[in-house]
Nanobody
Framework: QVQVAESGGGSVQAGGSLRLSCAASGSIDGFVGIMAWYRQAPGKQRDLVARIIRGGSTNYADSVRGRFTISRGDAENTVYLQMNSLKPEDTSVYYC????????????WGQGTQVSVSS
């Protein structure tokens, strides 16, 4: 079994910063090929925020590009999301996603961490 846990959310004023952390752990039957951050606000779909793959290539949603940075941690199967210049529209629950590859990809999700940005 695989567990994904994220942390680092909180409440900040617009223009502030937060750093989210995520780790995938447990009996990973395969390898973690992709780790990503998604967010879901009330009444909205869960959308991709940033993704990092083996080798370090990254993708970002247009709304966060230039403000957010996804990076791998030194520990295996860890990832961070540095969020700068936060805006009220960034308010959401942020979920960490780990994609384990064996006989095709399997997604594992964290429980979410709340990010609230006030004007």
């Amino acid at each position: 079994q695989v567990q994904v846990a994220e942390s680092g959310g909180g409440s900040v004023q617009a223009g502030g910063s937060l750093r989210l952390s995520c780790a995938a752990s447990g009996s990973i039957d395969g390898f973690v090929g992709i780790m990503a951050w998604y967010r879901q606000a009330p009444g909205k779909q869960r959308d991709l925020v940033a993704r990092i793959i083996r080798g370090g290539s990254t993708n970002y949603a247009d709304s966060v590009r230039g403000r957010f940075t996804i990076s791998r941690g030194d520990a295996e199967n860890t990832v961070y999301l540095q969020m700068n210049s936060l805006k009220p529209e960034d308010t959401s629950v942020y979920y960490c996603n780990a994609v384990v590859f064996k006989m095709g990809p399997t997604n594992y999700w964290g429980q979410g961490t709340q990010v609230s940005v006030s004007s």
